[in-house]
């Protein structure tokens, strides 16, 4: 079973730093994507930044400069550095894992976490 455990959210001032970190179990670890997305109420869910199986990297374009997607060699780890938060960066942040092909990944039948807050205050 496929579970992904997200930590590292909470509240912070406007303009600052949060790392978020995601371990994933019982995956098949060859040709997979991990990446995070985002959920704030009333709105729909955003996919924030992502690792492709090959490596690709993929940023949103609310968050393209601010935020850095990496993970280990061994891809049980994920993580998210956010930086310059804004008000608007406020949401529940989501791991996600799901199969991949090159630069592609299928996020529709992917798994995600319960997910971590992170609330930014102005």
């Known amino acids: 079973q496929v579970q992904l455990v997200e930590s590292g959210g909470g509240s912070v001032q406007s303009g600052g730093s949060l790392i978020l970190s995601c371990t994933a179990s019982?995956?098949?670890?060859?040709?997979?994507?991990m990446g995070w997305f985002r959920q704030a109420p009333g709105k729909g869910r955003e996919e924030v930044a992502a690792?492709?199986?090959?490596?690709?990297?993929y940023y949103g374009d609310s968050v393209r400069g601010r935020f850095i997607i990496s993970q280990d060699n061994d891809k049980k780890k994920v993580y998210l550095e956010i930086n310059s938060l804004k008000p608007e960066d406020t949401a529940m942040y989501l791991c996600?894992?799901?199969?991949?092909?090159?630069?592609?990944?299928?996020?529709?039948?992917?798994?995600y976490g319960q997910g971590t807050q992170v609330t930014v205050s102005s």
């Open positions: 996600a894992a799901a199969d991949g092909l090159g630069s592609m990944c299928g996020w529709d039948r992917g798994y």
């Open positions: 690792i492709a199986s090959d490596g690709t990297r």
């Open positions: 019982g995956y098949g670890y060859d040709k997979i994507c």
